[in-house]
């Protein structure tokens, strides 16, 4: 049976994300997951008229051990393509199990988000033994792995969409590393698992050439600190002056409380900076809290806005005015 391993941020207040040791070369790998549940439609029919709707149908969840009839998931278009988590999983465990030494596959760490009774899924695979550091000038040591995450909705709200890219271990900063690492199909009848498989092999080819990108940056030290706040003022667009009026800070400066914090353990350099903003899209703590009604897809959403982030022009901008040239024209 897998055993149930709590992993914390660094920093005080950090989110907790609970993962599940697994071994993939073992038979039992899929042994009690919840989010591998099958969905099956039926037509809606009025309960006064009987009258059939003509364009519409009604989703039910199906658990192993479910002798209700099945749970209702949502009414969704009649052509809307159903597709079920185990038809991204199944392959995408085929892969590692097929591309790495099976060492390194007996040990992945596996999280699964069922929320809205099985109307927004997540599963994420973090491969621990696939690693690399980067060391910055403070001596401290970030080491990195493979993460693979899944995102799935059964009520026509979002695409499928697979995030395959790098995880710090340092404190969980799950980063998504560029834009081809970030696959989206849509619920249609063409829907097919061909992107998520080159999404994969993407990611495989491009893990060394990242680290040493971000080694570049840890070796960046700022050479402008108001840069940094500028530069956190000018992607969140938040008004500071005006959440200082309000007694608030904005994001922007929770950000840049975030780089000084970073800074103490990682040095003053521009992996810091990053490593702030990929913080703010991995941790939901006393600093950047989800709002009460927020859940697990507001992280994800984090993440795709950190992304955007820097592979932005302003981030770009400021990679050249602190010296760091060379990953700017990259």
């Not at 003509?54 to 658990?63: F, P, Q, T, V």
């Not at 491969?127 to 040591?141: E, I, W, Y």
């Not at 800074?263 to 913080?279: D, L, Y």
Request: net charge neutral.
């Amino acid at each position: 049976m897998a055993r149930i391993r709590d992993i914390a941020g660094k920093f005080a207040g950090a989110n907790v994300y609970r993962y599940t040791d697994r071994d993939l070369t073992g038979a039992d790998f899929n042994l009690d997951r919840e989010i591998l549940f099958n969905v099956t439609s039926e037509p809606i029919v009025s309960s006064i008229t009987g009258t059939m709707a003509e364009d519409k149908k009604m989703l039910l969840r199906h658990s192993p051990n479910d002798t209700s009839g099945g749970k209702y998931l949502s009414v969704v278009s009649d052509s809307y393509r159903v597709v079920e988590n185990q038809e991204i999983l199944l392959p995408l465990q085929d892969q590692l199990r097929n591309f790495f030494d099976p060492s390194v596959v007996e040990d992945i760490k596996v999280r699964d988000v069922v929320s809205r009774n099985g109307a927004t899924c997540l599963a994420e695979y973090v491969l621990p033994k696939v690693n690399a550091t980067v060391t910055t000038g403070t001596g401290h040591r970030s080491t990195f792995g493979l993460t693979f995450m899944l995102k799935n909705t059964f009520d026509g709200s979002a695409s499928v969409v697979m995030y395959s890219g790098i995880i710090d271990f340092f404190c969980l900063n799950g980063n998504i590393t560029g834009s081809y690492d970030v696959t989206r199909r849509r619920h249609t009848s063409g829907f097919n698992t061909t992107g998520f498989i080159h999404a994969f092999e993407n990611t495989l080819k491009r893990f060394n050439g990242v680290i040493e990108q971000y080694q570049i940056y840890a070796d960046a030290k700022i050479v402008d600190r108001e840069s940094v706040l500028t530069l956190f003022k000018k992607l969140t667009g938040h008004n500071t002056d005006r959440a200082k009026e309000r007694n608030r800070e904005s994001i922007a400066d929770k950000l840049y409380g975030q780089y000084a914090r970073e800074a103490i353990e990682r040095g003053g350099n521009v992996f810091s900076v990053m490593s702030a903003m990929t913080h703010y899209a991995s941790h939901n703590d006393e600093i950047f809290r989800v709002t009460r009604g927020g859940d697990d897809s507001v992280m994800v959403k984090r993440q795709e806005q950190v992304n955007k982030w820097l592979e932005s022009d302003l981030w770009i901008e400021f990679l050249k005015r602190n010296n760091c040239q060379s990953m700017a024209a990259a």
